[in-house]
């Protein structure tokens, strides 16, 4: 039930990226350091991946990251699927975004959650930019509440 949840979801969020008008495509290398705030609390090694993120328009973006551990202080090496929205001020160098998604721990337990945050991309020039966010993730079958305090990207926009 929970991957057919899942993936009926991921169609909804994805859908419009289809449309034959989109304005740009981005794509990132992302290194996360996640927190846990609930017991055990602490944190939890770091996560590497990448990104892609479908601008629909100058401030409507629907995304995908894909996550694994690279340090782990639990030895669980989890692997991260999360699909989301990300709204953005419309600016050319600085752009404030606000993010919503749904991370999905594809081993470990496979379990899924709600993820919000904001942050800030920096288009260093055409093209190329940097991207800082914090976002705050609750994980249903475990109830854990985890802080991503450093979520850092290296974007290439197309």
């Given amino acids: 039930m929970k991957k057919l949840f899942l993936m009926i979801l991921a169609g909804l969020i994805l859908a419009p990226a289809m449309r034959a008008d989109a304005k740009s495509l981005q794509l990132g290398a992302d290194i996360v350091v996640p927190y846990r705030t609930d017991s055990p609390s602490g944190r939890l090694g770091t996560l590497g991946g990448a990104h892609g993120e479908l601008f629909l328009s100058d401030s409507a973006a629907v995304n995908l990251t894909t996550l694994f551990g690279i340090e782990d202080t639990a030895g ?67 109830e854990a509440t985890i802080i991503n305090w450093v979520h850092a990207s290296a974007v290439f926009t197309f």
Wanted: no cysteine; aromatic share 14%.
């Fill in 76 to 142: 669980n090496e989890p692997v991260y699927f999360i699909p989301g929205l990300s709204l953005y001020l419309p600016s050319p160098i600085f752009k404030p975004f606000l993010q919503a998604s749904v991370p999905v721990l594809l081993n470990n337990g496979q379990d899924v959650g709600i993820q919000g945050g904001g942050g800030l991309l920096w288009n260093i020039i055409a093209g190329l930019g940097l991207k800082y966010q914090v976002d705050v993730a609750y994980y249903f079958d475990t």
